[in-house]
């Protein structure tokens, strides 16, 4: 990484997806941070784990510069951007089965009932998380937000022919995210993982 962990590629219409893989220039799995947020996971993931690509997707400009400047002081070469709304990325410009795992941690809950058609986790969500894992790849969501979590973890449930449920995926201390140490010690964590399945 020379200058900048953004990607500044684009899709030929916007609905084509994006060759991944040339955008690291490696083989390795790529895991995605959806809603990276500050960075403080996504970066101590990434130099845990050299050998694992990391895409962190923010729709917040400031934020994506801030975990760039990051990312690039660290000397950290598995290590890109999107600034975009994470339901369209991943929806439209990542590929079929090209992700080892996503991490959904701490998504804006759209608390008042008015707002819960906005929510990040519905049925055309999930679709395009199945569709674009690779078989056995998992999904590992945590919020605050009991209610939205009871919500998520039965949407991922109830697609039982495409997840399977595993323990859920707890991070090392180093890698909590921001959201996660404000509310640590507060407020109860709901926590899921799941699979997907491979028959």
């Given at each position: 990484?020379?200058?900048?962990?953004?990607?500044?590629v684009?899709?030929?219409d916007?609905?084509?997806?994006?060759?991944?893989?040339d955008?690291f220039?490696?083989?390795?799995?790529i895991?995605?941070?959806?809603?990276c947020?500050k960075?403080?996971?996504?970066?101590?993931?990434?130099?845990?784990h050299?050998?694992?690509?990391?895409?962190?997707?923010?729709?917040m400009?400031?934020?994506?510069r801030?975990?760039?400047?990051?990312?690039?002081r660290?000397?950290?070469?598995?290590?890109?951007?999107?600034?975009m709304?994470?339901y369209?990325?991943?929806?439209?410009?990542?590929p079929?089965?090209?992700v080892?795992?996503?991490?959904?941690?701490?998504?804006?809950?759209?608390?008042?009932?008015?707002?819960?058609?906005?929510?990040?986790?519905?049925?055309?969500?999930?679709e395009?998380?199945h569709?674009?894992?690779?078989?056995?790849?998992?999904?590992?969501?945590a919020?605050?937000h009991?209610?939205?979590?009871?919500?998520m973890?039965a949407?991922?449930?109830?697609?039982?022919?495409?997840?399977?449920?595993?323990?859920a995926?707890?991070?090392?201390?180093?890698?909590?995210?921001?959201f996660?140490?404000?509310?640590?010690?507060?407020?109860d964590?709901?926590?899921?993982?799941?699979?997907?399945?491979c028959?």
């Open positions: 990484m020379n200058e900048t962990a953004s990607v500044r684009f899709s030929k916007g609905l084509t997806p994006l060759p991944l893989q955008l220039a490696n083989e390795a799995p895991e995605v941070d959806v809603g947020g960075g403080r996971f996504l970066l101590a993931r990434a130099k845990e050299p050998d694992i690509n990391y895409l962190g997707i923010d729709r400009l400031r934020r994506i801030k975990v760039d400047r990051k990312a690039v660290a000397g950290l070469t598995n290590v890109r951007l999107f600034r709304e994470a369209y990325a991943i929806s439209y410009l990542i079929p089965e090209t080892s795992a996503y991490y959904v941690l701490f998504p804006d809950p759209w608390p008042k009932k008015k707002h819960h058609d906005h929510r990040l986790f519905n049925e055309r969500f999930i395009a998380l569709r674009t894992l690779i078989p056995g790849g998992g999904i590992h969501v919020t605050d009991l209610p939205y979590f009871d919500e973890h949407r991922l449930k109830g697609a039982a022919n495409r997840f399977e449920e595993i323990p995926w707890k991070p090392a201390e180093h890698e909590r995210t921001d996660e140490l404000l509310f640590l010690g507060s407020k964590i709901g926590r899921a993982s799941f699979i997907k399945r028959d």
